[in-house]
């Protein structure tokens, strides 16, 4: 195998050939969404904690510039608990409301339904509106695949109704589900953009398991994973040694070859079985045994 390992300094990635995955139900969700947007109240936007900005649809704002958005941040256990914080003042300081939670924590979830009410009338006194609300609050939970929204629907909602799998796009049509506190919400279909520009994105989407990891070869996503955390200074945040590691890999060639020998994962001849090791460690990786890891930060993040 030829070793096109990312070096620190440079941009291995530039030039790169996207997938130009965007499936026909995801072309078909965003036109149900449209359908539906002038039938809600408020518009959730759910997004990885690991990577805020770039698990982000720009096109859902866009979409709809008159309705009222509000942000949040899945999977914090995931993320570092300090970049966190920067992001949440971040977004502040942009005039966004945006909460960081971890959907599978009931007590994180528990109330949202009706702050999100309050949300909501608040928004209608805010624009003049003064005759009552005479029936429930709708809103909408969007987002890219795999962050977290079913999870959220079926913690926010006992009876389970949203479908859960760590597969992106379990959730393929619009459903309305009846919340607490007056509320109901229309769960729909994670949705990507139809062109990610840039090879580094494609990457961290595939690494978060956004976009399905059949598309990228698995050395490459492992290759991305060790420079992006070198290239942010996250490397000693990595719990290298539930890989069996003593000292931090300098590249993703050393990490696969490393792993490769450790765990016995090799050809006829001895030959380390790279595209087998890059599976485990993008497995542990999605299961939370590398540690607490956000891959960007705040444009300009504050202290």
Known sequence: MKNNTP?????PFAGMALTGWYPGHMLKATRQMQEAVSLVDLIVELVDARAPASTRNPEIRRSFPNKPFLLVA???????HAASR??????????ERAFFLDAR?????RGLAGLWRQIVLESRAARGVTRPLNRPVRLMIVGVPNVGKSTLVNRLHSRNKAKVGPKPGVTRHNQWIALD???????TPGILWPRILDKKHELLLTLLGIMKEDLIQPTLVVEYFCWIVHRLGNSEAVAWDALGLTTTP????????????????????????LD??????????RNARLGRITFEMPPKATE
């Open 105 to 109: 924590r009931i007590a994180n979830v």
């Open 276 to 285: 087998r090791a890059a599976i485990a460690i993008i497995k542990d990786f």
């Open 7 to 11: 070096s620190i300094t440079s941009d």
């Open 74 to 80: 899945n999977k914090t256990d995931l993320a570092d």
């Open 86 to 95: 920067l992001w949440e003042k971040w977004f502040a300081e942009q005039g």
């Open 181 to 187: 506190n007056d509320v109901e919400l229309l769960d």
């Open 250 to 273: 300098k590249d993703g060639a050393e990490l696969l070859n490393a792993l490769a020998q450790r765990r016995g994962l090799l050809l006829p001849g001895g030959i380390p079985d």
